[in-house]
């Protein structure tokens, strides 16, 4: 989130974070009213978030790209006890290495 909160309005974008204990239709209504472009999700919500983006319109449906941390919360592994959809269309760091290293 600290990357994003930075990263993202350099990148002449809007950040717009949605409170998780909302249910998936109050996520859905504010995610189509910012007219969402790309979605970051945590693990944890995402099946939360993939709930309120099937509630999208067919031809208003976003890219989401997944938020993994290296460690789960369990025991510091690097196993993931999650599973990832196939709808995400990549995860934040292969987002982030193909950003330019020399972006001032």
């Known amino acids: 989130m600290y990357e994003l ?4 309005p350099l990148s002449s974008s809007i950040l717009n974070s949605i409170n998780t204990h909302l249910d998936a239709r109050t996520i859905s209504v504010l995610l189509r009213h910012c007219e969402l472009k790309l979605l970051f999700v945590d693990t944890l919500p995402q099946s939360l978030a993939l709930e309120a983006i099937s509630l999208f319109p067919p031809n208003e449906s976003p890219r989401f790209s997944l938020i993994q941390d290296d460690y ?25 290495e193909k950003g330019n290293p020399n972006f001032k």
């Open 72 to 96: 789960d919360d369990a025991g510091g592994s690097n196993s993931s006890p999650f599973t990832v959809d196939s709808r995400f269309c990549c995860k934040y760091e292969s987002l982030v």
């Open 5 to 8: 909160h930075f990263g993202v």
